[in-house]
């Protein structure tokens, strides 16, 4: 039964002539791939019923809580998000309300909090179970796991996770260890870049926009034990993690990441030899990724 629910919404993506978006939703702006969103509609009509809820940790300006709450109107869709990020402005919030109302989706209940408040008080918000869960939130590698535990009693005996920007390889770590520290779940569908939308070639972009955005992966319960087991890839080296150790008692760590390109500039005045190209190890001036040959992997456990 699991695994015909995840092959209907898996295959249901996979040609183009699945139905379009709604010119409502197709008007809204934000950071998701269409293939992305699509599995997430798929899945929730799968998923979501009376007794168990769509939700979502990263709401932004509403692109994919109002996509997926299209969907299922009759359903409860939660976001939560304390706004913490892409808000200078601080309209996010509103944006979102004035979206909800002019597209008339009462089953929609943004909750503006932190995540981990809102999970330590969510019998307050929902008395449903989870059935889909979307993990779009902040990326670090404790914040990434902690939302997939803190979630973890609440997730519905079957259901299933989604998690955007898995390009990141500490997104894709945290994943790991959550899979291989409860055996209970699986990755069912996995889909990576080379690198993050912004860093890509024009013509790459749109093929992100057309697909997964910034890498993808699904994870499903799976009490039975009726799918394979396989787990995303990892680099081998744990030393950025180990030092992470140090990085919580050394002084001002607030201001470690504004001390690099201090240090560049004094040395190129100095014209030291050591000129590091910038900030952030890899290609780009900044969001690295690190999934440089990924774009082959496009594994699923439902073939
Ligand atoms: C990439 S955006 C989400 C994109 C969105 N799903 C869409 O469809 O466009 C990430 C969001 O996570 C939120 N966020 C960051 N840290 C958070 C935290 N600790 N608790 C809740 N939300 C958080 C940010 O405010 C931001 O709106």
Not at 27 to 56: H, I, R
Not at 250 to 273: A, C, D, G
């Amino acid at each position: 039964m699991l695994t015909e629910k995840l092959k209907q919404a898996y295959f249901s993506n996979q040609d183009n002539d699945t139905p379009a978006f709604s010119p409502e939703i197709k008007a809204l702006s934000g950071f998701s791939g269409v293939k992305f969103m699509k599995t997430l509609q798929s899945l929730a009509k799968l998923f979501v019923d009376e007794e168990k809820s769509y939700v979502e940790v990263g709401v932004f300006q509403g692109l994919t809580l109002m996509a997926v709450a299209s969907e299922i109107p009759d359903f409860e869709a939660v976001g939560i998000d304390n706004f913490a990020f892409f808000d200078k402005e601080k309209r996010n919030q509103k944006i979102i309300e004035e979206r909800r109302s002019k597209l008339k989706l009462e089953n929609v209940k943004l909750v503006n909090m932190d995540y981990e408040d809102a999970f330590l008080d969510f019998a307050n918000i929902t008395d449903k179970k989870i059935g889909l869960y979307l993990v779009d939130g902040p990326h670090d590698y404790r914040s990434q796991m902690m939302c997939l535990l803190y979630a973890k009693p609440f997730l519905a005996d079957e259901s299933v996770i989604v998690i955007d920007d898995c390009n990141y390889k500490h997104v894709r770590q945290a994943n790991r260890d959550f899979l291989i520290s409860h055996p209970e779940y699986k990755l069912v569908f996995e889909s990576y870049t080379e690198a993050h939308p912004n860093n890509q070639s024009a013509n790459v972009v749109q093929q992100s926009r057309e697909g997964w955005w910034n890498g993808i992966n699904v994870i499903a319960r799976d009490p039975n034990n009726v799918l394979s087991t396989m787990y995303p890839p990892v680099e081998q080296d744990k030393s950025l993690f180990v030092n992470d150790h140090t990085m919580h008692s050394i002084r001002y760590p607030e201001y470690i990441t504004k001390f690099i390109p201090i240090i560049n500039t004094i040395s190129s005045f100095m014209n030291s030899k050591w000129k590091p190209k910038n900030e952030f190890i890899g290609d780009f001036d900044k969001l690295n990724t690190h999934s440089k040959g990924l774009k082959e992997r496009l594994n699923n456990a439902l073939d």
